[in-house]
């Protein structure tokens, strides 16, 4: 046994080599953060997947309760991932896959099972019209590059009907017949032409409200009127739900054309400034 044993700068011994141990186990884990806005993705995939089984047993409402459901929680995933901080490529990926299957092919299969398989192969083709268009609308989405020299503005909208908007959309033939509307002959034609005119409109150039920018701020005198209107919402959704869903449908179709038109207004005055801007510019 050697006194003084050399020093070899390659020899670590067992206290370095433990703590590179210890250092190579730490890279290899990762924060819980990240992990949760995945979390809730995953459970409203299983709302979808639900909704896709009480479609097949003909338990209508609890299968329009399931994508309601999943539309909830795919307005959560993306606010928790942005106060976490746990953003992620993987995440968005798993958003759009889940929001295909929540919003594109559980309404679909919904109301071909409900209604349209009475015109056979055209509420087939309807269905998967609805469901390719859902895919489409997706993928522009997520494709889609921000100009970070827009105005602020245009940040107040969408690009076509979003996908959770247009599956909760497509369904107000379903809340109309639950609160009593007759289900006839004619249901079937109608419902596969009101499917694919909501189609079309997600994959249009139709801006719609995204509210993105309404409501971040609020006067101080307006926050307990604000509470109060939540909360008759919430009972009133409670309550009749069926009628205050059908409501609050009827009310976001009317929108649209006052979405495209306050667009055209904006866009127009945007217009109009920045040509009175240019002689100002060839002046200097």
Known sequence: MTLFPPFEPEDEGPRMARMRRQLAERGRQIPVRPLLPNVVTLLAL????TSLRMSIEGRYEVAVLAIGIAAVLDAIDGRVAR?????SRFG???DSLTDFVNFGVAPAILLFIWTLGDVRSLGWIAALIFAICCALRLARFNVALDNPSRPEWQGNYFT???????????????YMEFIGTPH?????PLVLVYMLAIALLMVSRVPTFSGKLVGQRI????????FVVLVAVAALFVTYPWETTTVATLVYLATLPVSWN?????????????AAAEPGKDAT
């Open 160 to 174: 076509g009907m979003p996908a959770p908007a247009g599956a909760m959309t497509v369904l107000l033939p379903v």
């Open 83 to 87: 106060i976490l901080r746990g953003t």
């Open 92 to 94: 968005a990926e798993l």
């Open 219 to 226: 006067r101080r005198d307006m926050v307990l009127p604000l």
């Open 262 to 274: 306050a667009w055209n207004r904006r866009e127009k005055a945007d217009g109009a400034r920045a």
């Open 184 to 188: 006839g002959k004619w249901t079937a």
């Open 46 to 49: 299983c709302a979808g997947l």
